[in-house]
């Protein structure tokens, strides 16, 4: 049983999570059984940001995120007051790095999927930026190895190119081509990153939903802008010697200022989705 509603053509370009990339995951199952698999999901209408000291802090609610923001100001991530349930992730100063990640930094909370063991996978997260003007942002969503959300780890200081020796699998805008949004993944040891370029086009303070499942028929990871399939040019061969199967891996949303920033750059988190079998 799947508690994702069916056939609302409504449903497709909403700001519900998207039936195409849901519809087979078994929620229901999962919430009643922890031994068939993980499913988490956080709206931030039930969060808060705990005390915070130099750069780290939390974020606690429906997923428990750790925090970090390299202008060390506790509004560079915060909740927002009104009914929409939002977290606004700011980066005002070049290089600035502003990130959540779940996880304790050491032990990643999703195993990444592994050619030929047919335990399906499922991401998506609905986001939107204030600016899509060159060289002022980058950024990554998706899954990456444990403890990603310090100020260089994936971005290397800037927002110009994705560190070359991590594992990490989803979707990023770089600096330069601030509207292209590019699939991107890496395992970590080839030192050679996979990146797709242009699965969908920004547009600035507009909503995006960006998602992935696993296909265990094909062993490929299928990608979905607002809940359509992207087609095969996309799709991710988890069987590839560039890709980090099996391997431990965390949420992370990582949000970084380019050279260009005009001050206050800002990304908006509505909710953000993952689950995978055991």
Known sequence: MSNIAHGAVASV????????????????QMLADPAKGIHLFDDFKNSVNMAKGTKVGQTAGDINWYTH???????????????????????DTDSHVTAICTGNLTAGVIRSPKKGERKRFWFEIRLQVNTITADDIGFFVGLAQPGRAADTDLFGGDCAALAASLDYFGFATLEGDSTGLDLVYSEGASGTPTAVADVATLAAATWIRLGMR????????????????AGADFDIDIGSSNFPSNTDMDVLIDFVAGSGTGGSDAMLVDWVRVAQEY
């Open 13 to 28: 370009v909403s700001r519900l999570p998207s039936p195409k990339i849901w519809a087979d995951c078994p929620v229901m």
């Open 214 to 229: 696993l296909d265990v028929s094909e062993d490929k990871i299928k990608c979905y802008v607002n809940g359509v399939y």
């Open 69 to 91: 923001t390299e202008g060390d100001d506790a509004a560079d991530i915060s909740l927002n007051a009104n009914d929409d349930g939002v977290l606004d992730l700011v980066a």
